[in-house]
């Protein structure tokens, strides 16, 4: 899951975050500015308030529709999905507005995919984020970039693809040397600890702990 893009697949094929639910969000944002200055009690608040609440409504059914489409796409093509642990309420502490609602999002499109994992007798793999966009996924070289670098330059491997190709492949790679996902139709990887690239870097990475 990313900012540029909803979702980026390890095949290196991607799906944006639709205009029309960006467009919503941005007049969402409008009235409840206008709604917010009118006064307490008063006819034109009330109506506003009205439309907000349609508003919302609408937009949640816009982003299910959303989700569960490209949940079904992706199980239609594929028996398992990997996914990062986000660490949702954490990272909405301290950013803005537009990032606050891409880890909502995220974060009911990974509940989503469990249920409907469950339902379709598909695996929904859960692993730790840590580090997954500044190691390579050939080689597992520590290849530190910050949130403008795109690009996954490895000096190690020389591996060089988009970033979030990139981290697709290593979150792959660590969902894949997780458990086997066993017949009881519940997903592995909720069950115990998550598979995680700090048991799979070396130790001296570890020891310099690179900022993620
Ligand atoms: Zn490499």
Redesign the pocket.
């Known amino acids: 899951m990313g900012l540029t893009e909803f979702a980026t697949f390890d095949d290196a094929s991607s799906v944006k975050y639709p205009q029309f639910l960006r467009r919503s969000e941005d007049e969402i944002k409008h009235l409840q500015r206008h709604f917010s200055k009118k006064l307490k009690g008063s006819r034109r608040r009330h109506g506003l308030g009205r439309r907000l609440a349609r508003l919302h409504i609408h937009i949640r059914r816009q982003r299910e529709d959303f989700q569960n489409k490209l949940v079904h796409r992706v199980f239609a093509e594929n028996d398992v999905l990997v996914l990062e642990k986000l660490n949702v309420p954490g990272l909405l502490k301290n950013h803005s507005l537009a990032k606050s609602i891409s880890d909502a999002s995220w974060s009911s499109f990974a509940r989503r995919a469990v249920f409907k994992s469950e339902l379709f007798g598909k695996y929904a793999v859960f692993v730790d984020p840590w580090g997954t966009t500044q190691f ?1 996924h ?4 520590w ?1 530190p970039k910050d949130i403008a670098t795109r690009e996954h330059v ?1 000096p ?4 060089e693809i988009p970033r979030d190709v990139n981290s697709a492949l290593l979150i792959k790679r660590l969902g894949i040397q997780s458990r086997p996902p066993t017949d009881s139709g519940s997903s592995p990887a909720e069950q115990g600890p998550l598979p995680s690239l700090r048991e799979m870097v070396s130790p001296s990475v570890e020891a310099g702990s690179p900022r993620i």
């Open positions: 390579c050939r080689c597992l070289q290849v490895c190690n491997c020389g591996e």
